[in-house]
């Protein structure tokens, strides 16, 4: 989805009970909604919000990461639900910046996982070194810190 009319006829499927599969080319699920709702015009933006909380399901994002025994590549997931605090922050501005925190801890709840979240899991597998982790890591210095406290 690349501008404001095709955004617009994928949720008008939505909402009229049509699944609608579409990339939209991001880094993560929380720029995803930010992306989506800043095609927009100002003015739009709030029904758009309104909108997108009630029609969206989930936004799964993927990177392509190379594997640690070289068979390849991985992909590492990013899983975002649209459970009804994750609503909430699509609706509301001031709240939107709170997504990734409740996608870390909805983990085991709700299935979602961050890119991090992910990372970890598939360098501690021993799927991918340290570096390859790190240089997908949303903040590197955070990743390598984890892997410390880890």
């Not at 720029?31 to 029609?55: P, Y």
């Amino acid at each position: 989805m690349r501008d404001t009319t095709t955004i617009e006829i994928a949720l008008k499927a939505a909402e009229t009970g049509h699944l609608v599969l579409s990339t939209l080319h991001t880094m993560d699920a929380p720029k995803t909604i930010h992306r989506i709702i800043s095609a927009f015009e100002l003015s739009e933006q709030k029904a758009i919000r309104l909108r997108l909380s009630e029609a969206l399901k989930a936004v799964i994002s993927q990177r392509l990461l190379r594997r640690i025994d070289g068979e390849g590549r991985i992909a590492v997931l990013e899983v975002m639900r649209n459970t009804m605090t994750i609503q909430d922050c699509i609706e509301n501005p001031e709240k939107t910046g709170g997504i990734k925190q409740y996608m870390e801890s909805g983990r085991d709840q709700y299935g979602m996982q961050t890119f991090d979240q992910h990372l970890m899991e598939l360098y501690k597998a021993g799927i991918i070194d340290v570096e390859t982790a790190k240089s997908a890591a949303t903040s590197a210095a955070d990743f390598e810190r984890n892997v410390m406290m880890g």
